[in-house]
C-alpha cells in the first residue's frame, strides 16, 4: 500500500478477512477507581480483556492515564449482581427481601447508585451464604438515610485489587507534563508575534 | 474528540408505531425533567437505533482519526512534539474504547461494530479521508477539527444518555490537552519563517473544505430533527454547532494573520451568524460513500491490523468466557 506514512507502506499484504468470531474481543469486566484516600471506589466503566489479569493493566491504561488515582479493582461483568433499577422516590430497598441465612458465607462488596445518571459508589462489605442474602444482610447493615436507586453485590474472591506493588504504577504520572494542557502556553509567543506584526 | 456531522438515518414513518404509549410517555417525561436514561430502562426502538449509530460513528471516528494525525509521529519536529503527538494519538484510540464501551450498552457487540467499520457498512467522521501532506496538515487537525469535535462533544454531554454523556465527559477533560497543544504548534508556525507560514497557510487551504463539510449538511427543522432533539439525541442543528464554531475559531486563525480561502466568509452583523459559500455537499456525499482520496487506505490499515492481531487473541481466547452486556 502506497500512503504518506511509511509505516503503513511498510505493511505487508494479507488475505481477505472474515467477521469476527463472538468473543473475538474477550469478555467484559467492569472497572471501579479510588480517586483519592479516604474517597470511596467508584464504578467507571468497562474493559474487554482475556483474564482478571490483563484487565487490571488495560483498566490502568484506559482511565488513570490522567487523573490522580491511588487505587483501582476489576471484575468480571458476569460477577456482578445487580437489583432492580428504581424510579421516583422509591428506594431499591424495598424490593429486597428477607432471605433465610444460610451456611458457607463468603464477604461481598456492596454499592450504592445515589443518583440516577451518576455512577455506584462502594458502601462497605456484607457476609452472606448469597447474592440474594448479601442484598439482605445490606439492607440491615449498609442502608443510609439517602434514596438507593440501585444495588450491586459483588463476591469479594472475584476481585483484582491494587497490590502494594502496583502502587509503582501511578509514579510515572508527574513525569509525563507534556501530557497536561498546562505544559502548552503559548501565550507570551503569541503577543510578542501580535506586537512585531502591528509594529510592520 | 471527534465526533461530529453525524449522519442520521432517515426515519420511517412507521418507526414510532408499535410502541406502548404509556412507556413512550414516561420515557420522554424523564428527558423532560432533564433526568438520564440509563441501559436497563424502557426505550423507544427509534431511539435505541440512532443512539448505537451515533455513538458507534463517533468511536469508529477516533480510531480512523488517530491516523491521519499517526502519519506525523515518526516525523514530528523534535522530541517535544513526538512526545505530545503520541500521547495525543494514544488518548484518541482510548476514546474510542470509551465509546464503544457506551454502545455496547444499548445491545450491539463490538465484534459486530468493528466489523461493520471495517466493511464499510458503518461511517465515520468523513474528514478523516483527507491526507495529511505536511506537519502543518497535522497541526490543523490537533487544532482546528479538534476543535469543532469538542463544540459537538460538549453539546452531545448534556444529552439524554447516561453512558454516552459519561464517555464524553471523560473524553473533553482530555481535550483541553489537545487543543492547547494544537493551537502552540499552529502559533510556533504562524511566527516561524515564511516558509513555515506558508506551510501552515497551504494546510488551511486544502483543510478548510473538508472542516465546512465536518459539521454535516445543513439541516433544516424536519419532523425527524425535531424527534431526535426533543429526545436528547441531537442537541443543536448542524448549522448552529458550524457558526458556534465559526464564532470561536475565525477570529482566531485571523489574528494570526491567515486567510480562510472562502471571499463570503463574513458575520452578518443583522442575523449575528456567518455567512459562507455553501460547502459542495456533492463531493461531501461522493468521499462519505466511500471515494475520498484516503477512505481505501483508512479502512485496509484497520483490516490488515485485525488480520495481523487475530492469531493473538485466538491464543488468549478462553472457553470459560461468556459474553455480558456492560452495565453502565
Redesign the interface.
Known amino acids: 500500500?502506497k500512503?504518506?506514512?511509511?509505516?503503513?507502506s511498510r505493511?505487508?499484504e494479507?488475505?481477505n478477512?472474515s467477521?469476527?468470531?463472538?468473543?473475538?474481543?474477550?469478555?467484559?469486566f467492569?472497572v471501579f477507581v479510588q480517586p483519592k484516600e479516604g474517597k470511596p471506589f467508584q464504578?467507571e466503566?468497562?474493559?474487554?480483556a482475556?483474564?482478571l489479569e490483563?484487565a487490571y493493566v488495560l483498566a490502568k491504561?484506559?482511565f488513570t492515564?490522567?487523573?490522580t488515582c491511588i487505587s483501582i479493582f476489576v471484575t468480571?461483568?458476569?460477577n456482578?449482581y445487580?437489583s432492580a433499577?428504581t424510579d421516583g422516590d422509591e428506594d431499591a430497598y424495598d424490593h429486597v427481601t428477607k432471605v433465610a441465612s444460610t451456611s458457607g458465607k463468603e464477604t461481598f462488596e456492596i454499592f450504592h447508585l445515589l443518583k440516577?445518571?451518576k455512577?455506584?459508589q462502594h458502601v462497605g462489605k456484607v457476609e452472606a451464604g448469597s447474592h440474594n442474602e448479601a442484598l439482605w444482610v445490606a439492607s440491615q447493615q449498609l442502608r443510609g438515610n439517602k434514596q438507593v436507586f440501585n444495588i450491586?453485590a459483588i463476591k469479594t474472591s472475584g476481585i483484582r485489587f491494587t497490590k502494594q506493588e502496583d502502587l509503582d504504577l501511578w509514579n510515572t504520572l508527574g513525569e509525563?507534563k507534556?501530557?497536561?494542557?498546562a505544559?502548552?502556553?503559548?501565550g507570551d509567543?503569541?503577543k510578542?508575534?501580535?506586537e512585531?506584526?502591528a509594529q510592520q | 474528540m471527534y465526533g461530529g456531522g453525524n449522519t442520521f438515518e432517515g426515519i420511517k414513518s412507521d418507526e414510532l408505531t408499535g410502541e406502548d404509549p404509556v412507556k413512550l410517555a414516561e420515557f420522554e417525561a424523564r428527558i423532560e425533567r432533564g433526568?438520564?436514561i440509563?441501559p436497563?430502562?424502557w426505550m423507544p426502538k427509534l431511539y435505541r437505533k440512532q443512539l448505537i449509530r451515533m455513538i458507534e460513528q463517533h468511536a469508529h471516528s477516533e480510531i480512523i482519526g488517530a491516523?491521519p494525525e499517526?502519519?506525523w509521529i515518526?516525523r514530528a519536529p523534535g522530541f517535544?512534539r513526538k512526545?505530545?503527538l503520541m500521547?495525543k494519538v494514544?488518548?484518541e484510540v482510548?476514546h474510542g474504547?470509551?465509546l464503544y464501551?457506551a454502545a455496547?450498552t444499548l445491545g450491539k457487540?463490538?465484534?459486530?461494530m468493528?466489523?461493520d467499520l471495517?466493511n464499510g457498512k458503518s461511517k465515520y467522521s468523513n474528514i478523516f479521508n483527507y491526507?495529511?501532506?505536511t506537519w502543518a496538515d497535522c497541526c490543523f487537525i490537533s487544532w482546528l477539527v479538534d476543535a469543532g469535535a469538542i463544540v459537538n462533544q460538549l453539546a452531545n454531554a448534556k444529552g439524554s444518555y447516561?453512558p454516552y454523556?459519561?464517555?464524553l465527559d471523560?473524553i473533553c477533560?482530555?481535550e483541553?490537552?489537545h487543543?492547547?497543544?494544537g493551537?502552540?504548534c499552529v502559533?510556533?508556525l504562524?511566527?516561524g519563517t515564511q516558509k513555515q507560514r506558508d506551510m501552515f497557510q497551504e494546510a488551511l487551504n486544502r483543510w478548510w473544505p473538508p472542516m465546512m463539510h465536518f459539521f454535516g449538511p445543513s439541516d433544516k427543522i424536519s419532523v425527524h430533527t425535531e424527534i431526535l432533539m426533543k429526545w436528547k439525541v441531537k442537541m443543536g442543528t448542524n448549522d448552529d454547532m458550524r457558526n458556534q464554531f465559526l464564532d470561536m475559531y475565525v477570529p482566531k486563525i485571523w489574528?494570526?494573520?491567515f486567510t480562510i480561502p472562502d471571499p463570503n466568509l463574513k458575520k452578518n452583523t443583522e442575523t449575528g451568524r456567518w455567512d459562507y459559500t455553501e460547502p459542495d455537499w456533492e463531493e461531501f456525499k461522493r468521499v462519505i460513500n466511500g471515494d475520498g482520496p484516503c477512505n481505501s487506505?483508512r479502512l485496509?490499515?484497520r483490516?490488515?491490523a485485525?488480520?495481523?492481531g487475530r492469531w493473538v487473541?485466538e491464543a488468549?481466547?478462553?472457553a470459560k468466557?461468556?459474553?455480558?452486556?456492560?452495565?453502565?
Open positions: 500500500m500512503s504518506l506514512d511509511p509505516r503503513v505493511l505487508p494479507t488475505g478477512s467477521p469476527k468470531v463472538p468473543l473475538d474481543q474477550f469478555g467484559t467492569e464504578h466503566g468497562i474493559v474487554h482475556p483474564n490483563m491504561e484506559a492515564r490522567r487523573f468480571e461483568t458476569r456482578v445487580v433499577l440516577r445518571g455512577q455506584h450491586w509525563k507534556f501530557r497536561d494542557a505544559a502548552y502556553k503559548g509567543k503569541l510578542s508575534f501580535l512585531k506584526t | 433526568e438520564k440509563e436497563s430502562d491516523l499517526g502519519t515518526t517535544k512526545m505530545a500521547a494514544q488518548d482510548g474504547q470509551l464501551s455496547e457487540s463490538r465484534e459486530a468493528i466489523d471495517i491526507p495529511t501532506f447516561g454523556c459519561r464517555a471523560r477533560a482530555e483541553s490537552f487543543l492547547k497543544y493551537h502552540h502559533i510556533y504562524a511566527s489574528e494570526l494573520g487506505e485496509e490499515v483490516r490488515i485485525e488480520e495481523r487473541r488468549l481466547r478462553t468466557t461468556e459474553y455480558v452486556t456492560p452495565l453502565a
